[in-house]
């Protein structure tokens, strides 16, 4: 992480309203480069925000929401609303959530050791010089969360095969169907793993939390394309990466 600036009358952040700010140094970057390389210095670079991030102990929720974008009620919310316009289509991610929940439940989600996270782990939030990460961007959702809750973006964004590369400022591009690749998620957690040890309670819950954020990534951005192109927004191969979870769910990602 970078340190913000400080400002001429002391301190780093200015009041406005009900917001503050802060500005952080200029930084020259490029966007992700898709190597196995990159890849290898985004599973390191995010263990060492997490190792960074373990002792900050106040209790910060961004949006009020217990566990983030993915809090199951929230998504559930969302789905209700985008029903009318969605129908069986929105039935089905419905059912991915509570699917999720039975195991990932409020009390086991909350009983994991809870870690700063960044909560927007994807290739737009990220500058690289070559194969390696500068830093971190976008910190909206930063905040006390399970290692689980970073993890789960950072595989689906980056360990998947697509049609193309993520256009992270393009909701149909960020949430584009696609094909987890098991080498590219085992060598991302492995990486991960040898600066940051991912505690053996989470690794059986890390796929339900990928199908958490998977739909909260499909429902939430049904809701920023207009109403008539939503079902077609939701229905776009929306089968296979739950197919891929389900397949998977009695494996060990994390190999020893």
């Known amino acids: 992480m970078l340190s913000p600036l400080e400002i001429r009358e002391g301190g780093t952040w200015i009041p406005e309203g009900e917001e503050c700010w802060e500005a952080y140094p200029w930084i020259d970057g490029n966007p992700y480069p898709g190597t196995t390389a990159a890849?290898?210095?985004?599973?390191?670079?995010?263990?060492?925000?997490?190792?960074a991030g373990m002792d900050f102990y106040q209790s910060?929720?961004?949006?009020?929401?217990?566990r983030g974008e993915t809090t199951p009620k929230r998504l559930l919310d969302i789905a209700d609303q985008l029903a009318p316009a969605c129908g069986d289509i929105v039935g089905f991610y419905a059912k991915q959530i509570e699917k999720a929940t039975r195991i990932l439940d409020e009390r086991t989600y909350e009983s994991l050791p809870q870690i700063l996270v960044h909560g927007d782990v994807q290739p737009a939030n990220m500058l690289f010089s070559g194969s390696a990460v500068l830093c971190f961007v976008d910190y909206d959702w930063l905040g006390r969360q399970p290692a689980i809750y970073d993890l789960a973006g950072a595989l689906i964004?980056?360990?998947?095969?697509?049609?193309?590369?993520?256009?992270?400022?393009?909701?149909?591009?960020?949430?584009?169907?696609?094909?987890?690749?098991?080498?590219?998620?085992?060598?991302?957690?492995?990486?991960?793993?040898?600066?940051?040890?991912?505690?053996k309670e989470s690794v059986p819950l890390l796929l339900e939390q990928i199908r958490l954020t998977w739909t909260h990534i499909r429902l939430s951005g049904a809701l920023k394309v207009p109403e008539k192109d939503r079902r077609q927004f939701l229905a776009r191969?929306?089968?296979?990466?739950?197919?891929?979870?389900?397949?998977?769910?009695n494996e060990n990602l994390v190999l020893d």
């Open 60 to 66: 910060y929720r961004p949006g009020g929401f217990s």
């Open 39 to 51: 890849l290898d210095s985004v599973a390191n670079r995010l263990a060492e925000f997490h190792l």
């Open 237 to 249: 191969d929306y089968q296979r990466p739950y197919a891929w979870i389900d397949k998977h769910c």
């Open 157 to 199: 964004l980056f360990c998947g095969t697509r049609t193309k590369p993520i256009d992270g400022g393009d909701i149909w591009s960020l949430s584009m169907p696609f094909e987890f690749e098991l080498e590219s998620v085992r060598r991302f957690l492995a990486v991960y793993s040898s600066g940051m040890v991912l505690e």
